[in-house]
Structures are given as structure tokens and as C-alpha cells.
């Protein structure tokens, strides 16, 4: 380990990990409130104005409040301001949305024409009566897609599940601010993937350090240059690993929450516009905890993967280049329409980095005759994978030629 934090290399990736880190906070904490004169604010103070706004309508999402939400909704289209064709009086208009905005784009997603489609204007036809198809909404669109534009995407037991996941989620939904989540997902997958590569860059050189300074065969030839020392590398890289990923991902959790809020943490994953679709019914806390947990069994498996060719090729120039292959080649193949390369995508590591994101897609796989999302298979597929890295590079570097 002090041989990796010694190099200047390393202290300048932490250096440029920590400026990136501290972009991304910025980015996620970049969050504008409309005050009543139709003036975008931004701070601390326009977080709290929003927060205030939209905790006013928290509570049970049932008939009557989404009866309220769009009865509220209409008073404000009817204002002069709302149909008003000058800019400045329209952000006044949309200044009094802004605490039902929320709840308003989930109407817009449950009363869409098409699954896939959108209109940001749908909530505004909407009438206090068509609240109670709600719910029902949701359902009947997935069950149009499948039996349509989805028809030959999955198969007939497939298509079961996913009804069934739909028909399971419980109603009405819990519904509070959760604008301090919603900005924290949307860019913490940037924050795991740059933590990643960074950390291939470190752990690129711990198996290939002795042959790039030509001193192998004295590390060999030491009483416990086979054994204990090969046993020092892997711990090395765990540690490494262990103490930068977790640091770097709570302080952006931590800087994030505390400034927008970790309101919402028991709200289910639905009553958020981006989570709407998904069939996986789980909580917001449940899908951090899912996001972080995995992307720290992607950062595990693509390190161990990253030392492995280390030691197999005695290069860290070849080892670096493995975690953006796996990180970013799949983004070139996802452009392929077919489902078995689909099939294939879903499974690799790179989804466990991006698990925020992976729970909105339907990757489903049959595993013991049942249909399972990928989301399960990922996390257990790649920590056995991990752990087995573990005997694997052992083996590969105990037997190393001297050269």
C-alpha cells in the first residue's frame, strides 16, 4: 500500500477522484426554486422554500388527494398567468405548481396514451373523477405494451411476472419530498464509475510492479516471496479498494443529503416519476442500499479482474485498460437491437455500478424455472466471482517465471 500511495500517479488520480467528486456535489445540490415573482432562486434557502412547498402534500397518495392535486392543478391553468403567452407570467404560474409538481408528473406518467410515451401537458386534461384509475392506469399500460409493441420481447411467463410485480406493488403510495434522493441517484452512478477507474489505475501496478522495476527475482526468492507476500498483494488490493470507495461514496451520500434533505427514505420507489415503471417494490432506502452495496461488488470484481491481468500479462499498462473496456464498450453494443445481446448486456459488471439506473430496466432472466429480475442475479452472481478471483490470482502469481 505505501508503495501505490507513493507514487505520484496515485496522488494525482485522488486528487483529480476528489475534484470530480466535488463537481458532481455541486451538480447534484444545483436544485432552483421559483419564487412567486416568476425568479428562479438558488441556494440553500431555495432548497428549503421547495422542501416546504412539496412537504405540504405528503402523506397518503389516495383518491381524494389526487382529486385535490388536480383540482389545483386546474385552478392554476385558469389563471391568467398560466395562459398568458409572456414568459415571466408563466413562471409565476409554474412557482404555484411547484409543490404539487411532483404528484404531477406521476399523473402524467399513470394517464400517458402509450407505456413509452409522454406529455407533459396530460395532468392538464385530467378531471377530479379520472383520479380513481390511478392506480389501475399503471397496470393497463404495461399489459397494452406487452400485448403490443412488446409482444415478442418476452415470453408469455414473462410477461405474467411483470403484470404480477405490478398488480403486487401496494396502494395508495406513500408520498413525501423526496427531491434530496432523486438528485442523489441521478448522479451517483458518475461518482462509482469515476471511483472505479481510479481505482483500477491504483491496483493496476500491485502485481506488476517487481517486473516493471526489474526486481522479480529478488521478491521471489525470498523466503516468502510465494506465499505471504503474494497473500500482502491481494490484501493490499482489498484495503485499497475498501478505504476509497466508501469514503468517497458517503461523503457524496452525506453532502447531498444534508443539503437537500433524506426526506422520503420509506417512500416506495413509485412515487417518484423515474421510478414509476419499475416492477422491482422496493423503498427509496432499499434501492441506496442496493445502488451502493452493489456498486461496491462492481468496484470489488473489476479491481480483482483488473490485478488478475496484472499478474497474468506483468503489465499495468494492459491491466489499466480493462476497466474502461468494461465500463464503456457495452454503452457501444446496448445500440444493437437484439435480444440476446440484450440478454447478455443485463449481466454484465457495469450494470452493478449503475444499479440506480438498472432498476428501471426489464431484464429478466429464468433461473430454477422461475422468472427473477437481473438485479438479484447480478449481486450474487459477481460476489461469488469476486471471492473466486481471490484463489485465481494466488495461484497465477505464486507460479510466476522469474524473468
Same mark, same amino acid.
Given at each position: 500500500?505505501?508503495?501505490?500511495?507513493?507514487k505520484?500517479?496515485?496522488k494525482i488520480?485522488?486528487?483529480?477522484?476528489?475534484?470530480?467528486l466535488?463537481v458532481?456535489?455541486?451538480?447534484?445540490?444545483?436544485v432552483s426554486?421559483?419564487n412567486?415573482?416568476?425568479?428562479?432562486?438558488?441556494g440553500?434557502?431555495?432548497?428549503?422554500?421547495?422542501?416546504?412547498k412539496?412537504k405540504?402534500w405528503?402523506?397518503?397518495?389516495?383518491e381524494?388527494?389526487?382529486?385535490?392535486?388536480?383540482?389545483?392543478?386546474q385552478?392554476?391553468?385558469?389563471?391568467?398567468?398560466?395562459?398568458?403567452?409572456?414568459?415571466?407570467?408563466?413562471?409565476?404560474a409554474?412557482?404555484?405548481?411547484?409543490?404539487?409538481?411532483?404528484i404531477?408528473e406521476?399523473?402524467?406518467a399513470?394517464?400517458?396514451?402509450?407505456?413509452?410515451?409522454?406529455?407533459?401537458?396530460?395532468?392538464?386534461?385530467?378531471?377530479?373523477?379520472?383520479?380513481?384509475?390511478?392506480?389501475?392506469?399503471?397496470t393497463v399500460?404495461?399489459?397494452?405494451?406487452l400485448?403490443?409493441?412488446?409482444k415478442?420481447?418476452?415470453?408469455?411467463v414473462?410477461?405474467?411476472?411483470?403484470?404480477?410485480?405490478?398488480?403486487?406493488?401496494k396502494?395508495?403510495?406513500?408520498?413525501?419530498?423526496?427531491?434530496?434522493w432523486?438528485?442523489?441517484f441521478?448522479?451517483?452512478?458518475t461518482?462509482?464509475?469515476?471511483?472505479?477507474?481510479?481505482?483500477?489505475?491504483?491496483?493496476?501496478?500491485?502485481?506488476?510492479?517487481?517486473?516493471?522495476?526489474?526486481?522479480?527475482?529478488?521478491?521471489?526468492?525470498?523466503?516468502?516471496?510465494?506465499?505471504?507476500?503474494?497473500?500482502?498483494?491481494?490484501?493490499?488490493?482489498?484495503?485499497?479498494?475498501?478505504?476509497?470507495?466508501?469514503p468517497?461514496?458517503l461523503?457524496?451520500?452525506?453532502?447531498v443529503?444534508?443539503?437537500?434533505?433524506?426526506?422520503?427514505?420509506?417512500?416506495?420507489?413509485?412515487?417518484?416519476?423515474?421510478?414509476?415503471?419499475?416492477?422491482?417494490n422496493?423503498?427509496?432506502?432499499?434501492?441506496?442500499?442496493?445502488t451502493?452495496?452493489? *456498486?461496491?461488488?462492481?468496484?470489488?470484481? !473489476?479491481?480483482? +479482474?483488473?490485478? %488478475?491481468? =496484472?499478474?497474468? $500479462?506483468k503489465?499495468? #499498462?494492459?491491466a489499466?485498460?480493462?476497466?474502461?473496456?468494461l465500463?464503456?464498450?457495452?454503452?457501444?453494443?446496448?445500440?444493437?437491437?437484439?435480444?440476446?445481446?440484450?440478454k447478455?448486456?443485463g449481466?454484465?459488471?457495469?450494470?452493478?455500478l449503475?444499479?440506480?439506473?438498472?432498476?428501471?430496466?426489464?431484464?429478466?432472466?429464468?433461473? *430454477?424455472?422461475?422468472?427473477?429480475g437481473? !438485479?438479484?442475479? +447480478?449481486?450474487? %452472481?459477481? =460476489?461469488?466471482? $469476486?471471492?473466486l478471483? #481471490?484463489p485465481?490470482?494466488?495461484?497465477?502469481?505464486?507460479?510466476?517465471?522469474?524473468?
Amino acid at each position: 500500500m505505501k508503495k501505490v500511495f507513493a507514487k505520484a500517479g496515485t496522488k494525482i488520480a485522488v486528487i483529480v477522484l476528489l475534484a470530480i467528486l466535488g463537481v458532481t456535489c455541486g451538480f447534484a445540490m444545483d436544485v432552483s426554486y421559483v419564487n412567486e415573482n416568476g425568479e428562479a432562486e438558488n441556494g440553500y434557502a431555495a432548497v428549503r422554500q421547495l422542501r416546504e412547498k412539496q412537504k405540504e402534500w405528503s402523506g397518503i397518495l389516495d383518491e381524494e388527494k389526487l382529486q385535490k392535486v388536480i383540482e389545483e392543478n386546474q385552478r392554476i391553468s385558469a389563471t391568467p398567468q398560466a395562459k398568458s403567452k409572456d414568459y415571466k407570467e408563466n413562471n409565476i404560474a409554474f412557482s404555484w405548481r411547484q409543490g404539487i409538481s411532483e404528484i404531477r408528473e406521476l399523473l402524467n406518467a399513470s394517464f400517458m396514451d402509450e407505456f413509452r410515451s409522454y406529455d407533459y401537458y396530460k395532468a392538464d386534461t385530467l378531471m377530479a373523477s379520472d383520479a380513481s384509475a390511478f392506480y389501475e392506469n399503471r397496470t393497463v399500460l404495461l399489459k397494452e405494451w406487452l400485448s403490443n409493441e412488446a409482444k415478442h420481447q418476452f415470453s408469455d411467463v414473462e410477461k405474467q411476472y411483470l403484470v404480477q410485480k405490478y398488480e403486487a406493488l401496494k396502494i395508495p403510495l406513500l408520498y413525501d419530498y423526496i427531491g434530496g434522493w432523486t438528485q442523489l441517484f441521478e448522479y451517483v452512478s458518475t461518482v462509482i464509475i469515476i471511483t472505479t477507474l481510479v481505482l483500477g489505475y491504483l491496483v493496476a501496478g500491485i502485481f506488476s510492479s517487481e517486473f516493471g522495476w526489474k526486481s522479480d527475482a529478488i521478491f521471489f526468492t525470498t523466503v516468502h516471496g510465494r506465499n505471504k507476500a503474494v497473500v500482502a498483494k491481494i490484501k493490499a488490493g482489498i484495503s485499497i479498494v475498501t478505504m476509497i470507495y466508501w469514503p468517497v461514496i458517503l461523503l457524496y451520500s452525506g453532502i447531498v443529503l444534508l443539503y437537500l434533505g433524506a426526506d422520503g427514505a420509506v417512500c416506495p420507489v413509485q412515487a417518484d416519476m423515474v421510478g414509476w415503471k419499475c416492477f422491482y417494490n422496493i423503498q427509496v432506502w432499499q434501492k441506496y442500499l442496493l445502488t451502493v452495496v452493489g *456498486g461496491y461488488i462492481g468496484c470489488l470484481f !473489476i479491481s480483482f +479482474l483488473t490485478m %488478475l491481468v =496484472s499478474a497474468k $500479462t506483468k503489465s499495468a #499498462v494492459v491491466a489499466v485498460m480493462l476497466p474502461f473496456i468494461l465500463i464503456f464498450i457495452p454503452s457501444f453494443l446496448g445500440n444493437i437491437e437484439s435480444p440476446v445481446i440484450n440478454k447478455v448486456l443485463g449481466l454484465l459488471p457495469d450494470r452493478l455500478l449503475q444499479i440506480s439506473t438498472a432498476l428501471g430496466y426489464f431484464d429478466l432472466y429464468k433461473v *430454477g424455472g422461475k422468472v427473477i429480475g437481473a !438485479i438479484p442475479i +447480478l449481486l450474487v %452472481l459477481y =460476489s461469488v466471482l $469476486t471471492i473466486l478471483h #481471490v484463489p485465481i490470482i494466488y495461484q497465477e502469481y505464486q507460479h510466476k517465471q522469474i524473468n
